[in-house]
């Protein structure tokens, strides 16, 4: 074909119609998986690339989507990002990165109100922080995913944090560990609120009482998990198991341990909160709850697109299993 081909052209090789055609450029969800998968082949061997300007002028759509994300290079985040990235490609959609860790407020908002996307996905909410409230009253479509905050009318998709928390401590309680320690974070939204009083409520129903003296509140890093292994390890009594509201913190729990000569899971048993890649490593080998984030981001992806084609839509909170994945770092008592 000597001249570029038109949505003509392209509906005639694909067999479907121009509208058809269309509604394949704008990422339509009404067209089947089959229909579109013939129509992008057709495309991809007619080497067409779809002025992106024009369809965005003729549609109201830039087929784009902002993510906001603090910490992005710790382990789940990091995975987060990625499932992201690979889902939102496989939809034909792009994606803006914004790291608000180091944004001011004042270039979030900018951001919020220059409708560069056709929504925002929010993976690190927080009481204490405008972002979200920012996002809404920009207009723009907006889904939390990860974490949420409880009566927002606002598209959320969460993990049931309090469930698998609750599930940790009940394994340790019933596999005989009465004397456990538990490295927590400042609560700044329901994720950590949640993995933390769902593993209280877990040893309060088993009759098991946590020690003053066995609960470290921490910030995030693995530094930070490192020294609450060193202070709990050190005592002269110290638990018998951990668990702990991040992987990241478990991470360093174990290298604390290590650090201190006790071994994992002989003299003290270990237990996340994430199931990351890493926690499989042998190196790390680590029980943890798992985080089902390929389902947090495909329903929250979906949910945005939802948003975008219908924005009065009633707004949905949808909270995902959490199950506990069992590894090394912890051992059953014979």
Not at 37 to 61: E, F, H, I, S
Not at 127 to 145: E, Q
Not at 298 to 321: A, S
Request: contains cysteine.
């Amino acid at each position: 074909m000597s001249r570029p081909p038109t949505s003509r052209d392209l509906a005639r090789l694909a067999g479907v119609s121009q509208a058809t055609v269309s509604r394949v450029l704008t990422n339509n969800p009404k067209v089947n998986a089959e229909t579109r998968a013939r129509v992008l082949q057709v495309l991809k061997d007619a080497n067409y690339t779809p002025n992106a300007l024009a369809r965005a002028m003729k549609t109201g759509r830039t087929d784009t989507i902002g993510v906001f994300m603090t910490r992005v290079t710790s382990p789940f985040h990091a995975e987060l990002l990625d499932e992201i990235g690979r889902v939102l490609s496989s939809m034909g959609l792009h994606m803006i990165l914004w790291n608000i860790e180091h944004d001011p407020e004042e270039t979030v908002a900018e951001v919020l109100h220059q409708r560069l996307v056709d929504g925002f996905l929010l993976t690190s909410a927080t009481y204490d922080s405008r972002l979200h409230s920012m996002a809404l009253a920009s207009g723009t479509p907006t889904v939390l995913l990860h974490r949420g905050i409880d009566g927002l009318d606002c598209d959320q998709v969460v993990g049931d944090n309090w469930q698998g928390a609750y599930d940790a401590g009940r394994y340790l309680v019933d596999q005989g560990h009465t004397d456990i320690g538990l490295v927590t974070l400042t609560h700044t939204g329901n994720t950590s609120r949640d993995r933390d009083l769902g593993f209280r409520a877990a040893l309060a129903d088993a009759g098991v009482k946590i020690k003053p003296s066995n609960v470290v509140s921490v910030e995030v890093p693995h530094s930070a998990g490192h020294a609450a292994a060193v202070k709990l390890l050190s005592r002269k009594k110290p638990p018998t198991a951990i668990y702990t509201v991040t992987d990241l913190l478990a991470f360093g729990i174990l290298d604390g341990a290590r650090a201190r000569g006790v071994r994992v899971p002989d003299d003290v048993w270990v237990i996340g909160f994430d199931n990351t890649e890493m926690a499989a490593w042998e190196s790390f080998d680590l029980t943890s709850v798992d985080q089902p984030v390929h389902a947090i981001v495909e329903t929250g992806i979906q949910l945005l697109r939802d948003r975008i084609n219908d924005p009065d839509r009633p707004t949905q909170t949808v909270t995902l299993p959490s199950a506990l994945a069992i590894r090394g770092s912890t051992a059953n008592r014979h």
